[in-house]
């Protein structure tokens, strides 16, 4: 074969999530490591993420999965991997990371913070503009091993120059009290951070398109690499993790199971430091053609 032979590549949608049934959630609650470390917990199957590449061949294809259970009455964070038709061997890891709030904990904390500081009338008219702020959690590990849970919440306020203007609170989940002192709950810098807006029209809906590609690279008949292209969106890290490369094959050989970002830290002049958010999407220009919804 010719090193001259063009080159073609080929990008389709790759499944991502299988659908988290009752057979398999009852294999997960049910498991013995599960069941005797966690038995007053609340927990729920909140994630299900698979790991190998689809190759059409029946039962075994995509099979290879990743679970996350959060303990919605606390924060602990279990995870189990298996195979989808051997749930009879899950591997339960418990995991040091907290479980980040959910739509209705940060809802909950922002009312609190709109009543009690008495902001309702300005976020109202926009004055000041609440968001989910990085870390999402400001939470307080006792001597005893307890945690004191804290949801934060963000709140930006442009000021009559056009400056923006950060402050962090945090919400007490035990007992709604509003904390203004603590790890994380420091005033950030007066500027914005985070993502650009994209073109007008252009920001990507991360709901709408594929959520990760099969990326296949040919030479002739022979195939050259054959990867996994995850977006930022669809990404493993519990806070994101960027544009992951999974499974990267090369020849045939597996040369690197996976490749992400699991950290962005951001340093300001002024001495400030900002973790982000990896899971956000913005637009920017790239000529070419939209080989799948969402990929380009």
Known sequence: MSDTEALRIDVTEEPLRAEIGPELRKALLSHP????????????????????????????????????????????????????????????????????????????????????????????????????????????????????????VGLREVGPDGTARHRIVAVRSSDGEILTEGPGLVDGPDRDCGLPDGPEGETPDPTEGAQQARVRLWRGEELLWDLVVVRPAASSGASGSGVELRLVDFQGVRVLSRAHLPVLNVAFDSGAASRNWLNEESAFEADGEDVLAGFR
């Open 33 to 152: 490591v599960v069941k005797s470390r966690y038995p007053n917990a609340d927990l729920w199957v909140v994630g299900l993420d698979i790991l190998d590449k689809g190759t059409g061949d029946g039962e075994d294809a995509n099979s290879l999965f990743r679970a996350v259970l959060a303990n919605m009455a606390g924060s602990e964070v279990v995870e189990a991997e298996g195979h989808l038709w051997e749930l009879d061997n899950l591997a339960i890891i418990p995991t040091a990371r907290p479980r980040l709030p959910n739509d209705e904990e940060h809802a909950w904390a922002l009312d609190i913070v709109r009543r009690e500081l008495d902001l309702g009338g300005r976020i109202d008219s926009g004055e000041i503009e609440p968001y989910r702020p990085m870390p999402p959690l400001a939470s307080v590990v006792g001597a005893d091993g307890s945690v004191a849970r804290a949801v934060t």
